[in-house]
């Protein structure tokens, strides 16, 4: 495959630049000595057609949600309604520059604040900050937020996190960058988090638990009640991942179930796209008790004027730019106007029913290692399908039925996982294609293993070593001279 | 690939070679045959000193990223720093030349808490 590079040493030109209207300088006039560049710089000069065909060449090779099913497990990566970019693209919108006097850019400044609110009232938090720019960011934020609410208090012996093992990946690593120790918490036979051993490891250096509800394995975590109620009578706090809020969107809201702070993934849940087509946005959601320790600048409305509140008190601090992916925020913010609490709660209610619709019908063909009616995903194993072949063939042949793998390896806790999670956006007709080509490959590991082996086929790109990728990574490019 | 007799198990997939007050210390076969290709071994400096049951390092593969824990408490005296360069090792020869670290030990009887290979075979078995 061609990359740009590879045409550079053509000579053709995009554009041809105007006569200048001002006296030429040279550049050694300009600019100092040690800063001017030696060599040529690697530009490839080509026309206005090379270019827009090579990238269109390119984009052809691409899957995205448009092209088809996308099952990836814990990413919630469902349909991005076209009437969402409409919306950011508005010049109001798309043209502000975020430096501009808060007077002039009042219109946007009430998205944001509007916005806030209606995440407060879909999880029944006291207020959230829209700062932070995706999910692991948020994490972070929350978990400054535990630490700076346990100074304030001046108990600094709190310097543990709990966590599942049945928690996102990013979770032990967002508590360890903050300064905090991780102790894992192990799961019971029934996938949810084992009572006695989060009693057993609850005292007064525990800062919080972070737990993803629903976890990993899709699974609802009955006895959230308990949980928070034992965590609270300790003194430590509850931190929810909503990365999976999808499962019960507009049916429970965290902040009833005892959560502290709960961050979104406005690119999963909310529609806005992800997975190379981010930016995304991870608003955190806070209790009242945490409500003075949230990022500056906050958005206020006084007397009808919405300003930008800079007042540090005991907040945290800035947590990004200006106030946060703000493009993100509107496509977000379309979505849930569009579908209002109706269409919020129906949005959950199918998702799930997909999860089980399919989980249902391939843990007839594929292990199912936590059978239970499960959330907006489920995870399969690919152990025992036949002999020496692994998940990852399954996942590989799956690109030669024309549609996205879904996670694999994850969560640790499944050997040979296959986490799938369809979305709401998906037909049954489409569901039913995606468990069809599951249980060809199931026949076909048995009676043609290398077709699996040797899988992707029909892919622009076949099977990559990722092995030696991993042990030997060239990260430049090796231009040719 | 067999589980020598002289070596000691732990349930989390180690195995220590326990000579006088020295124990050799690697990850099973079996451990290796879950993770797949390994790409990256970090082991802990010489000199750190770690309790039984301490994180030691991280063996990472295509698939995950594992921590290796402590079978047994001490001073780590040595690392094999022959994986920095062919982790691999740990997949072709992983109860010889895939050893990770050798630890002087600070109670040897802190092995009778381990498994014998046949008590280990028996768990594997059953996963």
Redesign the interface.
Known sequence: MRTIFDYRKRNGTGGILPELDVPAKKTTDLIPQDLIRQDKPRIPNLSEPEVVRHYTALSKLNYGVDDGLYPLGSCTMKYNPKVNEDVAHLPGFASIHPAVDPELAQGSLSVVHKMSRLLCGITGMADVTLQPAAGAHGEITGMFLLKRYFEARGETQRTRILLPDSAHGTNPASAATAGFSVTEIRSGADGLVDLNALSGELDETVAGVMLTVPNTLGIFEENIMKITAMVHATGGLCYFDGANLNAFLGHARPGDMGADVFHFNLHKTMSAPHGGGGPGSGPVAVSEALVPFLPVPRVRLDRGRYYLDWEKGQSIGSMHSFYGNFGVFLKAYTYILTLGDEGLYEAGENAVLNANYLQERLKKTYRLPYDRLCKHEFVLTGKGIADGISTLDIAKRLIDYGFHPPTIYFPLIVHEALMIEPTETESRETLDRFAEALEKIASEAQENPDLLHNAPHTAPVRRLDQTRAARNPILTYPFGD | MGYPAEYRYTKEHEWVDLDGTRAKVGITDHAQS?L??V??VELPAVGTTVNQGDTLGTV?S???VSDVFAPIGGKVVEVNSELESS??TINTDPHGAGWLVMIEVSDPSQVDSLLDSAAYERIIAE?
């Open positions: 879950e797949g290709d790409v990256f990472e295509v698939k995950a982790p691999e996963e």
